[in-house]
């Protein structure tokens, strides 16, 4: 049960290491710089809740992710596929009883767990939803879905509820962190993130699922989505091809266009610091939207296959074998979820 008082979180929020201090119970505007950098208020902001088939297959399996998107965001990277929530463009308001509600039905409509996409800048929220829906029966893992940019005094906040992390690690050059995330401390602080992670959920642990008798619903699968986009393991093959994860750490990293080096730099040291007892997803979906990007021409492509394939003989040289890798046309805006408030 946290005994954390939102009001007084978000009265001086530190929540990330933006560290804004601002009061963002006194603000209602959303996507407004002056709330704080996430550019969002103390009230709770949703922009999807949803089950998600194409997260890595031990999160989503046949069943599907109980996803809930979080508007606004403390990173706002220049590139982001997902941008329209990051600025608070899309949502609907909520309070913690519907956020209470939302976990409960996605709980009823079969999820693997429930997976809080971009949720830092709400934790002292989302914790009494959760004590609440646990109270009504939720039993389902707590997945926590983020670009790995808050403190780690939010984090210790989580530990008793999260049993998945499923963080970003981005960027290893400085240079690049601030360029594209205005963010130059990120590495050190996603790093020592990692290591509070891994101490509070410990290695991998799987529990075998029997697949679905049928596929998932033709809903599922709408214009929003690809139909080719796929993680498997391929030759990294583990027992997470057949199995829900329901404790442990996923990093994922996703490769930038020109960004081999900084790519390989990630993966030498979360292997070397970590062995096989994370899980790694190294993705290859990066999709430009050139709308975004004026003034970021070497981002304006994406990756090639010679580019990708580097990177995962890298990985393979090193000897990592828990992994995921993607393949097919995974970098499509068809990838990209529409934000309408669906199942909010």
Same mark, same amino acid.
């Given at each position: 049960?946290?005994?954390? #008082? ?23 505007? =959303? ?14 902001? =949703? ?19 109980? *996803? ?21 463009? #899309? ?157 442990? =750490? /996923? ?51 994406? /990756? *090639? ?40």
């Amino acid at each position: 049960m946290s005994d954390l #008082s939102p009001i007084s979180a978000y009265q001086n929020c530190r929540l990330c290491h933006r560290k804004c201090g601002v009061n963002r119970t006194t603000q209602t505007d =959303v996507g407004t710089p002056s709330i704080g950098y996430c550019g969002m208020p103390d009230a709770l902001w =949703v922009a999807r809740a949803a089950l998600h088939y194409w997260e890595e297959p031990c999160i989503s399996g046949e069943v599907g992710s109980g *996803t809930v998107f979080f508007s606004g965001c403390s990173l706002r990277c220049v590139y982001c596929q997902n941008h329209s929530i990051a600025l608070g463009l #899309s949502g609907k308001r909520i309070d913690t009883g519907r956020l209470t509600e939302i976990f409960l039905e996605l709980a009823a409509q079969g999820a693997a767990n429930i997976n809080l996409v971009t949720p830092t800048h709400y934790v002292p929220s989302i914790l009494p939803a959760l004590d609440a829906a646990k109270a009504q029966g939720l039993t389902l893992p707590i997945v926590y879905n983020t670009g790995n940019y808050e403190t780690l005094d939010t984090l210790k906040m989580l530990e008793g509820y999260v049993d998945i992390y499923l963080p970003d690690f981005k960027y290893w050059d400085a240079a690049l962190a601030r360029r594209y995330s205005n963010a130059p401390d990120y590495t050190k602080h996603a790093a020592e993130n990692i290591a509070e992670m891994f101490r509070q959920v410990g290695t991998p642990v799987f529990a075998a699922h029997s697949p679905l008798t049928s596929e998932p619903p033709d809903a599922a699968l709408s214009d929003s989505y690809s139909t080719d986009c796929h993680f498997n393991t391929e030759p990294m093959l583990t027992e997470s091809e057949t199995a829900l994860m329901k404790r442990g =750490v /996923i990093v994922r990293h996703l490769m930038l266009p020109g960004g081999l080096d900084d790519s390989k730099q990630i993966l030498r040291y979360l292997y070397e610091t970590y062995g096989d007892n994370i899980f790694l997803s190294i993705m290859n979906q990066y999709t430009p939207l050139p709308a975004q990007l004026n003034g970021y021409p070497e981002l304006n492509r994406r /990756i *090639t296959d010679a580019e990708y394939e580097e990177l995962i003989d890298f990985a393979i040289d090193l000897g990592i074998e828990n992994a995921f890798i993607q393949e097919g046309e995974t970098a499509e805006e068809s990838f990209i979820p529409s934000f309408h408030a669906e199942g909010v």
